[in-house]
């Protein structure tokens, strides 16, 4: 849970947006003159089914429903993170396997076995990338992710992913690791530029194929892999993302990576 006054604040947020004053949220729910004013100072906690009234009137989705008095208020802990990795583990180690293990926060918590070896991705990126966003990772090249992507198509890639990182996730204004990848967004003119220019509203509602076809390269052998993301059934704000090949390249990449650790 969190305490009254991120909630408060997180719901001034949402009505802003909204364009909604205090007044106006007070009367469509039927509220005393002053409670709305009282709820964002963190003066008073309201209850679960003010909370969701105020999404109703709001138009809020369950995502942000979430964020305010669900599961996701809070980022998930390190114990909750390896709870979940132990659950998964047979899975990951696969060598066939070719995805990671993310949360609703767009961070990093594990990388397939499979995927290390495709990539021929060090030991010391592998170990830099875990609990970053996947937008820092994207943009911090300290991290020395850059390389596994083929360059012509690496700005669109970029884009694609700022694009849907902002439709999911950009109401977690006061967020600590949501701030992280805005700070890493700002070291970027250009980027930062474009980011302020998305519209949320005219971004589409799914990922379309094409937009989840990532442009890798490993040495000089560039290949195409397309992801599908799958939640949890017992912990939906946890993700597997998984890569499928998509041209015949790929076969070249795996005869190039027979026999590695």
Not at 15 to 27: D, F, I, V
Not at 59 to 86: C, F, H, R, W
Not at 192 to 204: A, H, I, P, R, V
Request: net charge positive; hydrophobic share 40%; proline share 3%.
């Amino acid at each position: 849970m969190i305490d009254a006054k991120t909630l408060g604040r997180r719901i001034k947020y949402f009505r802003k947006r909204a364009g909604m004053s205090q007044m106006e949220l007070e009367l469509a729910m039927n509220a005393s003159a002053g409670m709305i004013s009282r709820i964002e100072s963190g003066k008073v906690n309201p209850s679960k089914e003010s909370v969701r009234k105020v999404a109703e009137i709001l138009n809020m989705n369950p995502n942000e429903l979430d964020y305010l008095i669900g599961v996701t208020a809070v980022p998930s802990t390190k114990e909750e993170i390896e709870e979940v990795y132990q659950q998964l583990k047979y899975y990951l180690d696969k060598s066939s396997v070719f995805g990671y293990l993310t949360d609703e926060r767009w961070r990093i918590l594990h990388v397939s076995k499979g995927f290390q070896k495709i990539l021929n991705a060090d030991q010391k990126t592998i170990d830099g990338v875990f609990g970053k966003t996947i937008i820092q990772i994207l943009l911090d090249e300290r991290l020395g992710v850059k390389g596994l992507f083929d360059e012509s198509a690496y700005d669109e890639m970029v884009r694609i992913q700022l694009a849907y990182c902002k439709r999911e996730i950009s109401f977690m204004k006061d967020d600590k690791i949501y701030q992280v990848s805005i700070e890493e967004i700002e070291k970027h003119p250009k980027i930062f530029e474009y980011w302020n220019s998305l519209d949320t509203e005219k971004l589409g509602v799914f990922y379309e194929k094409d937009e989840r076809i990532v442009p890798f390269k490993v040495g000089p052998v560039k290949f195409k892999m397309m992801y599908a993301r799958e939640r949890l059934l017992d912990n939906p704000r946890f993700e597997i993302v998984e890569y499928i090949p998509v041209n015949k390249y790929f076969r070249t990449v795996q005869n190039l990576l027979k026999g590695r650790k």
